[in-house]
C-alpha cells in the first residue's frame, strides 16, 4: 500500500454514517471538505469534526469558506465576510488600510473555523479580476497581480494568526477565461510568457508564504494540451522547477466537467486521479459524489490503492509529510472564548468599517 493518502472526500450529511466511518478509514483518504449540507449550527459541526477526528486524528478537514458567495456557514454567529473584491476596492482608498482589513478577514475566517474543528479554507484566490469571469467575478482581490498578492498575504497572514494554513488558487490564474470550469473545459490561447508575467505572478511572489495550491482546470494551448492540473509541465516543471513552490498540491475537484477529459477522452475518476498525482498533484478531490450513495467513492479509493499495489502510479516521498503540514500546530480557542478576545472584537470592527 502506497505510503501517501491523496484523496480528499465529502460526506452526504450533517453526520457520520457507518459508510462514511468506513471511507474516512480508508488508507487513501487523507482529507475531507465540507459543504453546507454538512451544517445545521456550530454545535452540530463541533460534534461532526469531533467524530471525524475520532475515525482519523490525522486528516486534514477543509471547506471552501472565502467570503461573499462562497461561504459556506453564514448562521449561528459566523461573521459573513467580505468579497475579496471589496478588500480590492478598499486598497484604492488606502492601501495599508485594506492589507489590515485583509489580515482582520484572515484571522476571523480562520479562528470561526477552527472554533468548530475546520482545519483549512480553500483560500486566498489569486486569480486576477478581468471582469469577464461568472465563477471568479468578486471573488478576486484586483486585476493588478501586485495588489492581488499584497492584499492575498495579508489575508493569509491572519489565517496563520489563528493557526490556519492557506491555499492559494487557481493556479497560473482563472481569471481571465470566461468559460466556468464546473461545466466546460476552459481555454486559455495566451503565451507563457504572458501568464507568468501577469496571471502566475502572484504565485512567485508568495512562493515562501503559500502552504497549498490548486491548479486550475484551465488548458493553457500555448504551454500544454492538458489542463494545470494534469500537466507535469505546469505542476513540476513551472509551479515548483521555475517558481519554487514548496507546499502542497490539491487538484480540484475531480467531479468538474473539467476535469476528467484528457487527450479527447473521458477519464474514470481513477484514472483521472492517478493522472493528477502523476503530474505532481498531493492530494486530490472528489466531491459530491456521497450523496448518491458514495459509489463513485468507494471506486476511487479501492482503484487508487490497488494501482499504487500495482506500480500505476509512485507515492511521492514528500507528499505525505507536505499534506500533514496544512494540519494546525496550535490549540484553537473555543467560540465561547474568541467573542471575547480583544484580537478577535478588534478584526470585527475592522471589518465593519470596509465600507467606509
Not at 483518504?29 to 453546507?36: D, Q, R, V, Y
Not at 480553500?122 to 471573488?139: A, K, M, N
Not at 503559500?210 to 507535469?232: E, I, N, Q, W
Request: hydrophobic letters at 45%; proline letters at 5%.
Amino acid at each position: 500500500m502506497a505510503d501517501q493518502a491523496p484523496v480528499v472526500l465529502d460526506i452526504a450529511g450533517t453526520e457520520l454514517t457507518p459508510d462514511d466511518r468506513r471511507r474516512l478509514r480508508h488508507p487513501m483518504t487523507g482529507g475531507l471538505i465540507l459543504f453546507a449540507r454538512n451544517w445545521v449550527d456550530r454545535a452540530q459541526l463541533t460534534r461532526l469534526t469531533a467524530a471525524v477526528r475520532e475515525e482519523r486524528p490525522d486528516i486534514v478537514i477543509s471547506v471552501d469558506h472565502e467570503g461573499g458567495r462562497v461561504q459556506r456557514f453564514r448562521t449561528d454567529g459566523f461573521t459573513h465576510l467580505p468579497p475579496m473584491r471589496a478588500l480590492g476596492a478598499a486598497w484604492m482608498r488606502d492601501a495599508l488600510a485594506a492589507t489590515d482589513a485583509a489580515t482582520a478577514a484572515g484571522y476571523v475566517l480562520g479562528a470561526e473555523l477552527r472554533a468548530c474543528g475546520v482545519d483549512l479554507s480553500f483560500t486566498p484566490v489569486l486569480d486576477l479580476d478581468y471582469g469577464g469571469s461568472s465563477v471568479i467575478g468578486d471573488r478576486a482581490f484586483h486585476r493588478d497581480p501586485r495588489v492581488a498578492a499584497m492584499l492575498a498575504k495579508s489575508l493569509m497572514h491572519g489565517l496563520l494568526l489563528a493557526g490556519m494554513a492557506n491555499c492559494g488558487k487557481h493556479f497560473p490564474g482563472h481569471g481571465f477565461v470566461k468559460a466556468d470550469s464546473h461545466t466546460e473545459v476552459p481555454v486559455d490561447r495566451r503565451s507563457l510568457k504572458a501568464i507568468l508575467a501577469d496571471d502566475a505572478q502572484p504565485y512567485a511572489w508568495l512562493s515562501t508564504s503559500l502552504a497549498s495550491v490548486m491548479p486550475a482546470h484551465v488548458v493553457y494551448t500555448k504551454v500544454d494540451s492538458r489542463p494545470a492540473g494534469f500537466s507535469s509541465r505546469w505542476l513540476h516543471d513551472i509551479l515548483r522547477g521555475q517558481l519554487g513552490f514548496t507546499g502542497a498540491v490539491f487538484s480540484d475537484d475531480l467531479s468538474m466537467a473539467g476535469a476528467r477529459v484528457l487527450d479527447g477522452a473521458e477519464l474514470s475518476y481513477t484514472a483521472a486521479a492517478e493522472q493528477a498525482l502523476r503530474a505532481g498533484c498531493d492530494m486530490v478531490l472528489l466531491c459530491n459524489q456521497s450523496v448518491d450513495g458514495g459509489a463513485a467513492v468507494d471506486a476511487l479509493l479501492d482503484g487508487l490503492a490497488a494501482r499504487a499495489d500495482q506500480g500505476g502510479w509512485q507515492p511521492d516521498p514528500h507528499a505525505e509529510q507536505r499534506r500533514l503540514d496544512l494540519l494546525p500546530q496550535t490549540e484553537p480557542l473555543a467560540w465561547d472564548e474568541l467573542m471575547l478576545q480583544p484580537a478577535y472584537q478588534r478584526a470585527l470592527e475592522r471589518l465593519a468599517g470596509l465600507a467606509g
